[in-house]
């Protein structure tokens, strides 16, 4: 069975810097794109950013460039995206999603997601 658990959130001042972490189990991680996805309050699914396997690509949407880095650890089947320069507009429910490896925007599996709130 596929588990994404995801952690790291919590209440940060805009300009603050949080780190995600998503525990991947159920599936060989290392041989799967991986992507985070968001939901802000009373709005859709946004994709933010993914990472291929192993030398793979890394993609970020617009709104998150150069303040956000996604990483993963292979060894420790573990995801990460770095929050740097946060702004309010930030604030969402973040998920982990594993792929199907067709692309960042097709994905099977999401974590339970972790809330990130950022406000003075």
């Known amino acids: 069975e596929v588990q994404l658990v995801e952690s790291g959130g919590g209440l940060v001042q805009p300009g603050g810097s949080l780190r995600l972490s998503c525990v991947a189990s159920g599936f060989n991680f290392d041989s799967y794109a991986m992507t985070w996805v968001r939901q802000a309050p009373g709005k859709g699914l946004e994709w933010v950013s993914g990472?291929?396997?192993?030398?793979?690509?890394?993609l970020y949407a617009d709104s998150v460039k150069g303040r956000f880095t996604i990483s993963r650890d292979d060894a420790k089947n573990t995801l990460y995206l770095q929050l740097n320069s946060l702004k309010t507009e930030d604030t969402a429910m973040y998920y982990c999603a594993k792929t199907l490896n067709v692309g960042f925007y097709v994905m099977d599996a999401w974590g339970q997601g972790i809330r990130v709130t950022v406000s003075s």
């Open positions: 990472i291929g396997g192993v030398g793979g690509s890394i």
